[in-house]
């Protein structure tokens, strides 16, 4: 049976994502929803790049969802996807090395002062304070599933102290794990370096907003990779101007490409990334859709499904 | 017999280091050389801070001296520095690690286009090309002592691939390296981030200049963290017009403080940082030269030895 990718990408990168999924798996034929002209009944399988609900809707019959990248956050509340399907993310051991490594180097440029000497710079300042090692540095995580302990397994060796927190408490070798509003309020009273890397839920839309910021120690410094609808904008910026955060570098944003009118890009103590953290690697994620795919063909459990109710 | 702090700080800085280097040393009697009236034939050992000709003159009986610093580029060549006099430079394991901290700072921020993405803030882009992954780049140093190699130690568990040279080929695990100037040609032409460690010397000034720049491959990136002495400023400046060199982080000058109009501060390539990449923990700097000085006055050969003829 025909397998169909529905996203919302133009239609060729939609055609050259199938060339590559194509070229995992040769067994399957699998057409890109853009050129498909056959029976949408006869599609079991959708690969779905949050495609918007019209795309999806001709697809009532699928009985396996697999999304081509790891936020599915879209893809749960979709209207047209069948309640029964299991829908499984992308869990891509490159993306998490990519996250691990941009996590890394935002923490250590936030650590060594990079945007702090960059402004003495644009005024050819020459100064210095005393310098902190790793081991005198906290960092905590909003989050503490597959991508934020590859931030920890990577940071850990650097010297950093490590603090995460989550929905329910998860042991994490070396990592302080908190749990609930109590335990968020014990973390953030003590993280200096605060990286958020929880999935957007209806429970963390919102989550850094005013009280969050207001938790952390004066000085306290933001990440935020995972998803733009954490943040409260307004509180964000507050909390900068009024020296309490003193930096805060922001990968994602509640609408993207980031707006060229939109404050974020000219604030002096707000760095922009254009959601590059973890950028996916086509012919990984390929293999990857793959390979669980041949795992539903052969009836077993594919891998990394998401609970619906729960929304990761 | 008394010591003496002889240096060329101010003498405010000078009497503050005293007062660390006798409290980790009681049993010693030691002097800011700004305050000492005593005879200075009486001094036997004298703590280094990089002071004037005129200031070491007269302690001609020194029979050991102790560097507070780390480089010795200035004290191995000071004419009135007695010649038979053995010289400690100032090995700290707190400075190796901020030096490996900050080198690894710079070398993620360098792969990951910190300073690109930084150019695209200013001007309002949004956009990214497809990314590398730590182990898809290589770094090589220049340098393989104690500091080269506490950043070696730290970059390799991230994935980056490791080269190193120095004057004679040593082996380290996990790191390919080089010696002799052939050597330097094969490790230049495989190497993206270039990570400057080597000591400053007759040999290595001026090593980074339009020829050592030629052999990188287009688009490598520069760190240098040793002395501003090893940069022919005006090639570097060159191969960064040119578009050969992409980004340049410059911890150290030819003049420090860097003098407010100097073009390294303008240049849209080059990140200027205040000669931060490992600063002195005086606290822990005091108990490393007082544990010497023991060393010395037990008999025994002090740590950290200087060849004065080598010159580090």
Known sequence: MPIVLVSNLAPDAERRWVALLQAAMPEEEIHPAVDFTGDPATVDVVIAANPAPDKLAPFGSIRFVQSLWAGVEHLVHNPALPPAAPLARLVDPNMSQAMAEGVAAHVLALHRDHARFARSQRQRVWSKDPQK????????????????????????????????????????????????????????????????????????????????????????????????????????????????????????????????????????????????????????????????????????????????????
């Open 133 to 312: 090692l790793a081991r005198e540095r906290t960092v905590g995580f909003l989050g503490t599933g597959e991508l934020a302990r590859a931030c920890m397994r990577m940071l850990q060796p650097l010297g950093f102290s490590l603090l995460g927190w989550s929905r329910h408490q998860r042991a994490i070798d070396g990592v302080a794990t908190f749990a609930g509003s109590d335990g968020l309020q014990t973390m953030l009273g003590g993280t200096e370096i605060l990286v958020n890397l929880t999935p957007l839920t209806a429970a963390t839309r919102g989550l850094i907003d005013a009280r969050l910021l207001a938790a952390l120690p004066k000085g306290a410094m933001l990440i935020n990779v995972a998803r733009g609808g954490h943040v409260v904008e307004a509180d964000l910026i507050d909390a900068l101007d009024r020296g309490h955060l003193a930096e805060a570098v922001l990968d994602v944003f509640e609408i993207e490409p980031l707006p060229a009118d939109h404050p974020f890009w000219a604030h002096p103590r707000i760095q922009v990334f254009p959601h590059v953290a973890a950028q996916t690697d086509p012919a990984s994620a390929a293999k990857i859709a793959a390979a669980n795919i041949r795992r539903f063909r052969r009836g077993e459990t594919p891998h990394d499904l998401v609970d619906r109710q729960r929304g990761y």
